[in-house]
Structures are given as C-alpha cells and as structure tokens.
C-alpha cells in the first residue's frame, strides 16, 4: 500500500477542485512548514494525493494508457454518475485500448492533461482474494 501520490501542477486550486467535484475526495490539513501552495485530498484507507505548485510545470507528453496515468478504485455502482460528473467538469473520456474482464474507465482531467484510470472497486478484493 502507497501513502500518497503527488500531483505537481501551476493551477493547484483549479486541479484541486476538480478531483473534488468528479471523484468525490476530501480535502486534509496541509502542513503549515509546506513551502508551496499545496492541497491534500483523503483518497481512502491511508491513502493521500497532494496536489501542489511547481513553477514552469507542464504534464509529460506520454499520459496514456501505457504511459503514465493514475489508476484509482471506485464504486462500479457510481460509474454513471462519474462519467456525467467528468464531462460536466470538462474532462474528457477515453476509450481503453485493451479490454478487460472488469470494468474501467479513463478520463482526461482538464487542467493539466493528467489521465486517470478508474477500476471497478470489486477488482480489488479480487486481487486481495488471490494474494
């Protein structure tokens, strides 16, 4: 299990807001010795993404599928409702290039360009099944 994932951005509180909007996390305390603008969100069992500034920062041009992305788990059952949340938001859905025997879904956010990765949350007690 990871502790955080860090999202550098040059718009923190726009990127910020719209994490909030279409996932549905919350924001934490950010310590009071950050020496940037920054933002921490409550992504579940321990889990965290801090969303902070960095001067000239532009995202990498290989955000893909089989590139760099941020694969997440969610409620299948919220699917719907995140898919309209995403595009209501300005975000873009992505069509997969392989399929899989559970559901996903990959969106484009539209501050920075970042892809993410949704997966059905019932993958992961699958995967702790197997383990």
């Known amino acids: 299990m ?3 994932l860090t999202l550098p951005t040059q718009r923190v509180e726009e ?3 719209f994490i909030e909007q279409t996932l549905g ?5 950010v ?3 950050s020496p940037v603008d920054a933002r921490w ?3 579940g069992q321990g889990q965290e993404l801090h969303v902070f500034f960095v001067e000239g920062f532009t995202v990498s041009p290989f955000e893909h ?3 760099r992305h941020v694969a997440l ?3 299948r059952d919220d699917f719907p409702a995140v898919r309209r949340r995403i595009t209501d938001a300005g975000g873009e859905l992505v069509e997969p290039l392989r399929s899989t025997p559970f559901e996903r879904l990959f969106f484009r956010e539209p501050v920075n360009g970042y892809l993410f990765e949704l997966i059905d949350r019932e993958r992961l007690h ?3 099944a197997e383990s």
């Open 73 to 75: 788990f969610h409620s």
């Open 41 to 43: 969100l409550d992504i």
């Open 65 to 67: 599928e089989f590139g």
């Open 31 to 33: 310590p009071a010795n």
């Open 25 to 29: 996390y919350r924001r934490k305390p």
């Open 2 to 4: 990871f502790a955080h």
């Open 15 to 17: 990127t910020t807001r």
């Open 126 to 128: 699958q995967i702790l």
